[in-house]
Every structure is written in C-alpha cells, then in structure tokens.
C-alpha cells in the first residue's frame, strides 16, 4: 500500500498553522497551571496527591515529554468538597482548565504515536524506529516483539495451515488451484518491464480463483485512526466485500522494504475501511487480504488478516490478527517457490497453498457481523479459539479467558482464565500448548 502522492488529504492531520497554535495553547495552559498549582497554593488543602502528581507532569509538558503515564494524570480531576465559595470556584476553574490541557495534550500524543505513511513505515530507518514503540506490530522483528501464535486467535489461520499440508481433494476449486500453480509456474519467472505488466499476468494465472472481475486499480484509503491515507494498487471484492489489498511491484529490490507493515481501519464497534471510489457497494467492509508482488501483502479484517507476498516468483502467505490493541503478522506457510521443478513438487505446493487460500477467503467472506463484532470483544493477548474446557471429571466446561499473567514476554503463554459465569474467587492458571 503506497501514499496518494498528495501527503495526507484526512481532516485528522495537523497543518502546521493549527499545530502550531494548539502547541502554543497547551504550553500556556501548562504554564498557568503550573502556577496555580505553586508553594502556596489552597488546593493543597483539597487533594495534596493529586498536587503532588500534577506539579511533575505539568514539568514534563513544559520540556516536550510524551508519555501515556503523564496523559493519566492530567485527566485527575479535584473533588469539590468544600463550602467555600472562591475555593469552589478555584476547583472549578482548575478543572476547566485541566479538561482542555487533558485533550491538547492527548491530541499531541495520538499525532505523535500515529503510524507514519505506509510508504515511509516500508524505510528502513523509519521501520526501525516506529517498532521499538509501542504500536509496533508484533511480527517477531525485532525477536522481542512477538505475540500470540495466529493459530490460537482465529480458526481460519488454523484450517488454513491445516489445508495446506494436506493433499488436494478431487473438487473443481482444487482442479482450478493446480491450473493457477501451473500457469503461475510458467508465468512470474519471466523478465516484466513494467510492475502492471507484471500484475496483470499476476492476474491471469489467478483468473480460475480469483476472477479477473473481481480486480479494481488504484484506489484510495483512508482510515479514522490512520493520519496518512494511501493507494491500494489493487483491490479484490468477493460479494460486495473488499477482502483483498495489493502493492505490486516489478521485481524483487526495485522498491522499499514492506515487512509485515499492517493498516488498523477502525471506527468505535468494528474495523472497517472506507474505499474512496465513484462506486458505491453493498456492505462495510471487514475483511482484507491485500499482496504485493514484490516485497510485502497483507491483509486487514476485522479481526484477522491473511497476506500474501509474491517476491518475483516467491509467494508467502501471511496471516494477521487485529485484537483491538496489537497487529500480529506471522508466516502461516513456508515460501513457495513460483517455479516448476522436474518432479513439480514446488507446483503441487503451490496449489495446496492456493487452495487452502481461496477456502480461507471463502470462510472470511462468509462471516457475519455478529461474528466479526462478538470475535471483538475478546480481550487483547488472550486466545480466542477455546470457549470450553475439559475437566477432570471429563466433562466439557465453559471458559472465558480474563488476561495474560502478565506481559513479560518471556511468559507469553500464561493467562489466568474463568468459568462462565466469571466469578473472581475461582479463577484459574492456564497454560497454552503448542504443538
């Protein structure tokens, strides 16, 4: 996904005349809080604590510091719980005052932490700074930053990698998978002069899965959470829904780096994306699977997301998981090779790896909304996949995961979980297997 070449047109971003009068506004209103809150001032009498935690973090607004702890802070409200009418109206005042430097500043840090454009995010320096923070995706790079295995967070991550090792069964879209495996073989080792010619012969190989209809160029997307709009080369609708996003390019190295670089579209209940476009369609979207064909894919749903990255004649499909607070991206499958061999087990790979695909966006598509919003209200970093346990009595209970132990990652797989209905005094230890 690539910047619409215009910087960002999305009423969230600051112009730098506005950003610089919120800026003057937040240090004024630190600075005379910072004043009234001084040596003498009768508040102490009202709630010494909350002086005592404001006089630092009004300092740390003064010097330019960013941090969520100091944003807590500032929304601590005094009580009003004296008689004394100038003292009511100082804590009033006060109040007022810390609403609007609550939100300045609050406004200061979302801009600050917002993901930079997807083009800039593909830099190397600037991927080596944005995931030391904390809205970095969870991609196992650098090695700390790893989440939950996708297999435990959605089934489809599941029987996807479960069907793509096993053997094709004697159906017409398994038939259609090795056609594509075929002409995909044949095809994308071949020199391309220009990254659509590439895409479009891209497209025609995929043709017996993916129909050619199903292709739009260059559209436009925007976000609410997102300050940096950008262009999906390529979209793919199934039923009225987007449920693929693709950058293509001409061959391996000709543009930036686009490791497991993943969009939140979000809005306040689900994640959905708006589709800047003359055409109007029939559902708000949910599901995203977008791909490039050279460097990365990835796909954006609501909860999960699957990517596929063709690097010249290499194809990697990822998946990704969205859990209202982190974007995991893994490799659900090893690279396929997208060239024949003599025995052709890079072909019949390949057309495993397609089928189980299309079977996946099948499943995605097929999904509610109740699905999609009940998914949702799982907590982040827990699994999602397990709604019951077996007991020692062998019977089948119901279980509601709460949080992780903690959020050591060195403990990732650690929760403490509950019976239906929770109940606090009983709960429980649960460790995660994987095999």
């Not at 005592?52 to 969520?68: I, T, Y």
């Not at 932490?113 to 997807?118: E, K, Q, S, V």
């Not at 055409?279 to 609501?302: E, H, M, N, P, Q």
């Not at 909304?369 to 970093?381: F, I, M, R, S």
Request: aromatic share 6%; glycine share 4%; proline share 7%.
């Amino acid at each position: 996904m690539s910047d619409n070449g215009k910087g960002s047109s999305t009423k969230r971003k600051r112009n730098p005349s506005e950003s610089s009068n919120q800026d003057d506004k937040l240090l004024e209103l630190a600075a005379n809080m910072a004043e009234v809150l001084g040596p003498s001032t009768i508040l102490s009498a009202v709630s010494e604590p909350i002086v005592q935690l404001l006089r630092p973090a009004l300092k740390g607004v003064l010097r330019g510091d960013l941090h969520e702890s100091t944003l807590r802070i500032l929304k601590l409200r005094f009580p009003v719980v004296v008689d004394d009418e100038p003292t009511r109206a100082t804590i009033a005042l006060t109040n007022d005052n810390l609403d609007q430097l609550s939100k300045l500043y609050q406004s200061r840090l979302e801009y600050a932490n917002a993901l930079p454009p997807p083009s800039s995010y593909a830099r190397h320096s600037t991927w080596a700074e944005w995931q030391q923070k904390s809205t970095a995706n969870l991609c196992s790079r650098p090695s700390d930053k790893q989440g939950l295995p996708l297999c435990v967070l959605d089934n489809a991550f599941r029987e996807f990698q479960q069907q793509a090792m096993a053997p094709l069964p004697s159906t017409e879209d398994a038939r259609k998978a090795m056609n594509a495996a075929f002409d995909l073989c044949n095809t994308t080792p071949d020199h391309f002069a220009l990254e659509s010619d590439r895409g479009n012969a891209f497209d025609e190989c995929l043709d017996p899965i993916l129909p050619l209809s199903g292709w739009r160029k260059e559209v436009s997307m925007s976000a609410p959470t997102d300050l940096f709009p950008g262009v999906a080369g390529r979209i793919y609708e199934r039923d009225g829904i987007v449920c693929i996003l693709r950058e293509d390019k001409v061959e391996t190295g000709t543009g930036e780096m686009r490791t497991c670089k993943c969009h939140a579209f979000t809005n306040s209940t689900s994640r959905r994306c708006a589709v800047k476009s003359p055409r109007s369609l029939s559902k708000a979207y949910r599901y995203f699977f977008s791909a490039s064909l050279v460097g990365v894919a990835y796909i954006d749903t609501v909860t999960s997301i699957l990517t596929r990255s063709p690097q010249g004649p290499i194809l990697l499909i990822c998946g990704g998981f969205y859990d209202t607070k982190s974007t995991i991206v893994e490799p659900l499958v090893e690279p396929c090779l997208m060239f024949d061999d003599y025995l052709h087990t890079r072909r019949e790979a390949l057309a495993r790896q397609l089928f189980a695909l299309k079977q996946a966006l099948v499943n995605l598509c097929s999904r509610s909304w109740v699905d999609g919003d009940t998914v949702n209200h799982h907590p982040a970093g827990v699994p999602r996949v397990y709604p019951t346990y077996t007991a020692e009595d062998n019977a089948k209970r119901s279980l509601t995961f709460l949080r992780p132990l903690n959020e050591s990652p060195h403990q990732p797989l650690l929760f403490i979980a509950a019976e239906d209905p929770p109940d606090s005094s009983n709960n429980k230890l649960v460790k995660l297997v994987v095999r």
